[in-house]
């Protein structure tokens, strides 16, 4: 059984920092993408960033391009997200999600993610 657990979450001023952790279990993790999504309050949840399995492949929704980087250490089943330079517009709960397959490519619609971990609550005040 997939597990995901995010950490790393708070509340931060605007032009600050935050990394966020995703560990996996059950699953092999290297053979998977990953991806982080954000929801807010009424909206959608929508992605902010991808990975591919290896790590040599990324994308980032416009929002959040030069001030968010995704990584990830598969020795360590982990996925990170810097997060630099926030804005009260990135205030969202934070979900990581894994491919639903082993696939080479970055995946951005949520549709191809199968499994999600609970979320991490970011708040950036203005």
């Known amino acids: 059984q997939v597990q995901l657990v995010e950490s790393g979450g708070g509340l931060v001023q605007a032009g600050g920092s935050l990394r966020l952790s995703c560990a996996a279990s059950g699953l092999t993790f290297p053979t998977r993408a990953m991806g982080w999504f954000r929801q807010a309050p009424g909206k959608e949840r929508d992605i902010v960033a991808a990975i591919n399995r290896g790590g040599s492949s990324t994308y980032y929704a416009d929002s959040v391009k030069g001030r968010f980087t995704i990584s990830r250490d598969n020795a360590k089943n982990t996925v990170y997200l810097q997060m630099n330079t926030l804005k009260p517009e990135d205030t969202a709960v934070y979900y990581c999600?894994?491919?639903?397959?082993?696939?080479?490519?970055?995946?951005?619609?949520?549709?191809?993610?199968?499994?999600w971990g609970q979320g991490t609550q970011v708040t950036v005040s203005s």
């Open positions: 999600a894994v491919d639903r397959f082993v696939r080479e490519g970055v995946r951005t619609a949520k549709s191809e993610y199968g499994s």
